[in-house]
T-cell receptor, first 118, second 112 residues
Framework: EAGVVQSPRYKIIEKKQPVAFWCNPI?????LYWYRQNLGQGPELLIR????????DSQLPKDRFSAERLKGVDSTLKIQPAELGDSAVYLC????????????????FGAGTRLSVL | GQQVMQIPQYQHVQEGEDFTTYCNSS?????IQWYKQRPGGHPVFLIQ?????EVKKQKRLTFQFGEAKKNSSLHITATQTTDVGTYFC????????????FGKGTKLSVKP
């Protein structure tokens, strides 16, 4: 079974440029998460999807960040324009669902995209 | 807001020594999860604890969930170089069912 797939693995851009990250979750996983991980820190949630619905985007800086999961499968996270402080690893994770069974909340992470903004 | 705190932030051990990391939540948790992130890698799920006072073992790793379900620990017996990485605990929270709040992690280095 394929894991969570993210691309690209690395991205270097100049500030004020746009950038997009792509994520394909594990097949059958309804819940998809985007996290940002700064150096020496734990993952911090940006947005959570249940199928195609963004059920929690309270931590997403909406002035410059946007995300979509149009068909409830793969997802794209965009930053426009990027700032120096956006340099981080962007992780995508998926889980079967956030239903009644606690075990369904276990998250499976992709390899991440390391973004460097110069 | 809800917080999940881990100590220590760093731990350097000689191969063969034991290692313990502690996790504390500001609120009672329905469950706690542990993840391991190797250098340059991504978090990988290790285990989930659900019951008060629960203890689970995975080979040399022992996980405990406190009686009050607000703290947890991970203990590694006789560390090996393969144990190198950052260990994160995570608990449900952030105001929305299904979200996890991660601690800042404990970075373990093992000297051969």
């Amino acid at each position: 079974e394929a894991g969570v797939v993210q691309s690209p693995r690395y991205k270097i851009i100049e500030k004020k440029q746009p950038v997009a990250f792509w994520c394909n979750p594990i097949s059958g996983h309804n819940t998809l998460y985007w996290y940002r991980q700064n150096l020496g820190q734990g993952p911090e949630l940006l947005i959570r999807y249940e199928n195609e619905e963004a059920v929690d985007d309270s931590q997403l800086p909406k002035d410059r960040f946007s995300a979509e999961r149009l068909k409830g499968v793969d997802s794209t996270l965009k930053i426009q324009p990027a700032e120096l402080g956006d340099s981080a690893v962007y992780l995508c994770a998926s889980s079967p669902s956030t239903g009644k069974m606690i075990s369904e909340n276990i998250q499976y992470f992709g390899a991440g995209t390391r973004l460097s903004v110069l | 807001g809800q917080q999940v705190m881990q100590i220590p932030q760093y731990q350097h051990v000689q191969e063969g020594e034991d290692f313990t990391t502690y996790c504390n939540s500001s609120t009672t948790l329905s469950n706690i999860q542990w993840y391991k992130q190797r250098p340059g890698g991504h978090p990988v799920f290790l285990i989930q604890l659900v019951k008060s006072g629960e203890v689970k073992k995975q080979k040399r790793l022992t996980f405990q969930f406190g009686e009050a379900k607000k703290n947890s620990s991970l203990h590694i017996t006789a560390t090996q170089t393969t144990d190198v990485g950052t260990y994160f605990c995570a608990g449900p929270g952030g105001g929305s069912q299904g979200n996890l709040i991660f601690g800042k992690g404990t970075k373990l280095s093992v000297k051969p």
